[in-house]
């Protein structure tokens, strides 16, 4: 399959399942939220590497770091539904949210580097 088609396959996959999850929440919240927890796009990212060649040790290493990323990516869930509890709309709230999650993955990438420098 040439690479251009091949790149096609990937984002098209990807926006159906976006799509997929968006049409799915307007019938079932949760439903959609258990499509939406699945780590799809993980497991998409390591399909493409490996059909990229990407090694086994580059595989493993992908799937380390995303262990260690989650944490900080959980902010995102704590700090909006509070701030819209607190009376906050919703996009300042996504944004307080987005911006918490990005303090999160700084910091935690920060502790990577110097707990993968120590090992």
């Known amino acids: 399959m040439s690479t251009l088609v091949f790149d096609s396959v990937k984002i098209l996959l990807t926006a159906l399942i976006i799509f997929a999850v968006a049409q799915l929440s307007q019938r079932d919240t949760l439903l959609a939220a258990l499509l939406a927890s699945i780590p799809l796009v993980s497991v998409l990212a390591m399909m493409w590497m490996n059909y990229d060649g990407a090694t086994n040790d580059e595989i493993i290493d992908f799937s380390k770091d995303i262990i260690w990323l989650i944490i900080p990516s959980l902010l995102l869930f704590v700090v909006m539904p509070e701030l819209i509890q607190r009376g906050w709309d919703f996009y300042p709230a996504l944004g307080g ?23």
């Open 97 to 119: 949210g987005l911006s918490a999650t990005v303090i999160g993955y700084l910091l935690m990438i920060k502790l990577m580097a110097r707990f993968q420098n120590i090992s």
